[in-house]
């Protein structure tokens, strides 16, 4: 790589056409202007400039090599001009959230992204510990979480909450001993299960799922496709549990039966990116929709 201080050199020596000019410009001495000159056509292998008692003229070489260096000139020119211009609605956002709730925000991204053209958001569905490793590691910008996350690690902020539901067939007796009923259907796994299940049953203030054993209870199916995970149990197959939007936008709830326990469930939805992470102007507006659906 060309050094860039001998090409400065070079470059100010061709605009001025003078030695002494380029050395009073780039406050150097003269002798440190030939130095450079003489390193510069070193490295590339050429003679780039003929000199003419005190004046030069360029080589072929030496043009191709000026023409470069404001080429570079002008490359870092646009680069910088790009860095310092930071538009609200143009660039690449990236968010990841559980599946249930990208039923919800998918739409109203796209009708972000319709308004905006020059915007684009990047949506992933995951699970809550794969949304943090990939914030933590710079994969995705923001994720939207259920739990409270590690503040030495992440910057939180709360969005707002939804209800969690158990979902069952609809042709199932609720007003039955529920817990018996959950082991006989069996379980309808999904990749956030595992987070929702045992909240669910510790917060509903029903005692016959309170004192179930979770690991006892079979499973009758699993699917990781959030748009998927209601069928089987619209076909009279197992139950599992959700939150409300995902249950909403359900094609076919008609077939569902949504269990009212003594005390509705509510999970809190956090808006977390990685500590002392400075996102761009875009991240605003994205933010706004964000804060506006969750409300």
């Given at each position: 790589?060309?050094?860039?201080?001998?090409?400065?050199?070079?470059?100010?020596?061709?605009?001025?056409?003078?030695?002494?000019?380029?050395?009073?410009?780039?406050?150097?001495?003269?002798?440190g202007v030939s130095?450079?000159?003489?390193?510069?056509?070193?490295?590339?292998?050429?003679?780039?400039?003929?000199?003419?008692?005190?004046?030069?003229?360029?080589?072929?070489?030496?043009?191709?090599?000026?023409?470069?260096?404001?080429?570079?000139?002008?490359n870092e020119?646009?680069?910088?001009?790009?860095?310092?211009?930071?538009?609200?609605?143009?660039?690449?956002?990236?968010?990841?959230?559980?599946?249930?709730?990208?039923?919800n925000l998918y739409p109203k991204l796209l009708e972000l992204q319709r308004k905006h053209p020059e915007l684009v958001v990047k949506?992933?569905?995951?699970?809550?510990?794969?949304?943090l490793y990939e914030v933590q590691q710079g994969i995705i910008d923001i994720g939207i979480v259920t739990d409270t996350p590690n503040e030495n690690i992440f910057e939180v902020?709360?969005?707002?909450?939804?209800?969690?539901?158990?979902?069952?067939?609809?042709?199932?007796?609720?007003?039955?001993e529920i817990g018996l009923r959950l082991?006989?259907?069996?379980?309808?796994?999904?990749?956030?299960?595992?987070?929702?299940?045992?909240?669910?049953?510790?917060?509903c203030q029903e005692s016959s799922l309170k004192n179930l054993v979770i690991s006892d209870i079979p499973v009758v199916g699993f699917i990781n496709q959030i748009g998927q995970i209601l069928q089987p149990i619209a076909r009279g197959i197992g139950f599992t549990i959700l939150p409300k939007s995902a249950i909403d936008s359900f094609h076919d709830s008609r077939l569902l039966n949504v269990f009212k326990p003594r005390k509705t469930v509510i999970e809190a939805l956090y808006g977390v990116k990685k500590k002392n992470r400075e996102l761009p102007e875009r991240y605003g507006t994205l933010n706004s929709v964000l804060h506006n659906l969750m409300m």
């Open positions: 790589m060309l050094n860039p201080v001998w090409l400065n050199t070079f470059v100010t020596l061709i605009d001025t056409g003078h030695f002494t000019k380029t050395a009073e410009r780039l406050y150097m001495t003269q002798p130095q450079h000159i003489s390193k510069l056509e070193l490295a590339c292998g050429f003679s780039l400039i003929r000199r003419h008692n005190k004046s030069f003229e360029l080589t072929e070489q030496g043009l191709l090599v000026y023409n470069h260096a404001q080429s570079l000139i002008q020119k646009e680069l910088l001009e790009r860095l310092a211009f930071d538009d609200p609605f143009s660039g690449i956002c990236s968010v990841a959230c559980s599946g249930a709730l990208a039923l949506l992933k569905a995951s699970p809550n510990q794969q949304i902020n709360q969005l707002g909450q939804e209800e969690l539901c158990l979902v069952l067939p609809k042709h199932v007796n609720t007003n039955d082991n006989r259907l069996g379980l309808i796994e999904h990749p956030d299960l595992s987070h929702y299940l045992p909240l669910y049953f510790s917060h």
